[in-house]
């Protein structure tokens, strides 16, 4: 029999790390050998359960284990979070495309975030990091509700701001007493003046409201749909562009994104819904 | 030997049914359904002088099926030869549609792949088209040309039966001693037939006639209030999906089986409401009627984009399976008509 890709390789849980009151980042080693692009996504099942579509939140350097941020959303995702270590869970693809890293040597990346949409620009950031002199720079723009509601804290508010190359900022929708940084949604701390435009692809990841103001406020900077980079949250299931959950007009978001330029999906009104 | 005669139909099937399992339609109520094919019956065989009722898919991609086990994939059933009677030439063109998807893409379907390399097609001239049949709306015909290893066209004496791939020249030259040559007025009277057949539908089909090529009328008409008008009459049953021959949207889920665990394939509609839902409610198609358009944009325009064919065959199954008589070819013709209509008050405009 041809090559079955509904198969999944057998992974097992081998830490559980809560992130917020509602992510946890789940640390997998498959069991087989599972090499992917950093923004490809892979569908993740729990045995008898079901299984669901997440981007890994690791870096794809490492490749003896895989990191997945999950957020308690649905069902899957419910049982998922009661799952302890030791458990044996299964793993299909990687699908899609990912971001095409070697298109952005040489600019400025202008990266914006919100809530668990850190998850995949968590991969991708440990990527360009990575290799940083071969960008212009790295500028992260990042969100969440509360202080709370970040994940990553530690290496967020710590190490990822010291890089060399990296400039960060951060913003909640609501601060509490220890919090001493930007207050208010995301698009509040985007600024046209640390954009350079003639040399920037942005990337966009998060909550679809936020990423639709994201969006716009991007193309008012001045930003070609063409560079714009949106990771879209669809139904995924087959992840072979068969059975039809994830369309976004003509596209697959499994097979032809998740990673979108704006240019591609804008004319379809439901992109956001 | 690539065309003969054979004046009954039974040493035929015989013949097949010796060699692997046969399905083969049987009338039920106004209808045709498949069943086994049983050579011991003294029933006589029956001829369908139109499509079955139900779709060709499910010898192909069954309504549901063992996709992966857990946590040791094993080797599924082998698929053993088996043969198909009485496909029209929409339910070959249906296979040509599924092939692309299942078959042809980058990334095959090792299920599909499997089963359709196991099927022996044995297609046959239609000549009594419902008044939903509407293939010649769509670019088919009432007999088939190609994508079939048998074919059939009943005449009055018997049956012209040609081959139409090797498996058929082989089939004919193994059997060579139940046909006979084909007499030359059967030639001339499968041929009047045809025409007649072929006439009939265009008459049925007349008044659906679109004025424009049918992916243009689709990508013109994004806005259009018909798909919401439309949606007034549909009450979410799917039949539509289930019985149409090219829909292949599935789900996939797993359940516990006894010691193991099983993800398992099944068809879906989308013009179920929670189908392009995903965890936490986001629904890009929560209202009726844009999933109706989805379907639609997806038969005639997406799927084109991608494959270069429309993803309908004209079969009608969805105009006789739908309760409250929604009619595909009614909602082509007045986006069709609407659409004529705005090129008429643009041109009024610029003049």
Redesign the interface.
């Known amino acids: 029999?041809?090559?079955?890709?509904?198969?999944?390789v057998?992974g097992k849980i081998v830490d559980i790390i809560d992130e917020s009151p509602t992510i946890k980042t789940f640390v997998l080693v498959p069991e087989e050998k599972f090499k992917f692009a950093t923004g490809q996504f892979v569908e993740l099942?729990?045995?008898?359960?079901?299984?669901?579509p997440f981007t890994p939140s690791s870096s794809p350097a490492d490749t003896e284990k895989m990191e997945i941020t999950i957020m308690k959303?649905?069902?899957?995702?419910n049982l998922l979070h009661q799952c302890k270590k030791g458990q044996?869970v299964?793993i299909r693809g990687p699908f899609g495309n990912g971001y095409p890293i070697d298109d952005f040597v040489g600019k400025q990346i202008y990266i914006v975030g919100g809530g668990v949409g850190l998850a995949p620009i968590r991969s991708l950031f440990l990527t360009l990091v990575d290799r940083i002199k071969d960008f212009k720079s790295v500028v992260c723009r990042f969100g969440a509700k509360t202080p709370d509601d970040f994940i990553y804290k530690k290496t967020l508010f710590g190490s990822w701001q010291k890089i060399a190359g990296v400039d960060m900022k951060l913003t909640v929708d609501e601060a509490n007493d220890g919090w001493k940084g930007n207050v208010g949604v995301v698009t509040n701390i985007l600024a046209a003046e640390d954009v350079n435009i003639k040399n920037a692809v942005a990337v966009v990841c998060g909550p679809?409201i936020m990423m639709k103001y994201t969006t716009l406020k991007l193309l008012e900077f001045g930003f070609g749909g063409e560079n714009i980079y949106l990771s879209m949250?669809?139904?995924m299931?087959?992840g072979?562009?068969?059975?039809?959950?994830?369309?976004?007009?003509?596209y697959y978001v499994c097979?032809d994104g998740p990673v979108f330029i704006y240019e591609q999906i804008k004319q379809y009104p439901?992109?956001w819904? | 030997m690539e065309t003969v005669f054979i004046s009954e139909l039974k040493p035929l099937l015989d013949a097949v049914a010796e060699q692997m399992d046969l399905y083969v339609p049987k009338k039920s109520g106004e209808y045709y359904v498949y069943v086994k094919y049983d050579p011991s019956s003294k029933k006589a065989v029956e001829f369908n002088n139109i499509r079955t009722c139900t779709p060709i898919k499910e010898f192909l991609f069954p309504l549901c099926e063992l996709?992966?086990?857990?946590?040791e994939?094993v080797?599924?059933e082998e698929i053993k030869l088996f043969a198909v009677f009485g496909l029209k030439d929409c339910d070959l063109r249906s296979i040509e549609i599924l092939d692309k998807?299942?078959l042809e893409?980058?990334?095959?379907?090792?299920f599909y792949?499997?089963r359709r390399g196991k099927m022996f097609i044995i297609s046959s001239d239609c000549f009594e088209p419902r008044g939903s049949c509407c293939c010649t709306l769509f670019g088919g015909q009432s007999y088939a040309e190609k994508g079939f290893d048998l074919n059939l066209a009943k005449v009055k004496n018997g049956f012209i039966v040609e081959a139409g791939s090797d498996k058929g020249k082989e089939f004919l030259q193994k059997h060579k001693d139940i046909f006979v040559e084909v007499p030359p007025e059967a030639l001339t009277e499968r041929d009047s037939i045809r025409a007649r057949t072929q006439k009939q539908l265009e008459e049925n089909n007349a008044e659906y006639k679109l004025d424009a090529p049918v992916n243009e009328i689709m990508e013109n008409s994004p806005d259009s209030d018909v798909f919401d008008i439309e949606s007034q009459k549909c009450v979410e049953c799917q039949a539509c999906t289930r019985v149409c021959p090219t829909c292949?949207?599935?789900?996939?889920?797993?359940?516990?089986q006894k010691d193991y665990?099983s993800?398992m394939?099944m068809w879906?509609s989308?013009m179920r409401l929670a189908?392009?839902?995903?965890?936490?409610g986001?629904?890009?198609?929560?209202v009726l009627g844009?999933r109706i358009k989805?379907r639609l944009?997806?038969k005639f325009?997406?799927f084109f984009?991608?494959y270069g064919i429309d993803m309908c065959v004209g079969c009608g199954r969805c105009i006789d399976a739908d309760s409250h008589k929604m009619d595909i070819r009614v909602v082509l013709r007045r986006l069709s008509e609407e659409l004529k209509d705005k090129g008429k008050k643009k041109a009024k405009v610029a003049k």
């Open positions: 029999m041809n090559h079955n890709l509904y198969q999944p057998n099942t729990l045995p008898a359960v079901g299984e669901a959303a649905g069902r899957v995702t044996k299964g679809p949250e669809k139904n299931s087959c072979i562009g068969k059975c039809g959950h994830c369309m976004i007009g003509k097979k439901d992109i819904d | 996709a992966a086990v857990f946590p994939p080797e599924p998807v299942f893409d980058e990334f095959e379907d090792p792949v499997a292949h949207c599935f789900y996939l889920y797993d359940i516990k665990f993800k394939k879906d989308c189908y392009a839902e995903v965890a936490g986001a629904n890009p198609r929560k844009d989805h944009m997806h325009s997406f984009d991608r």
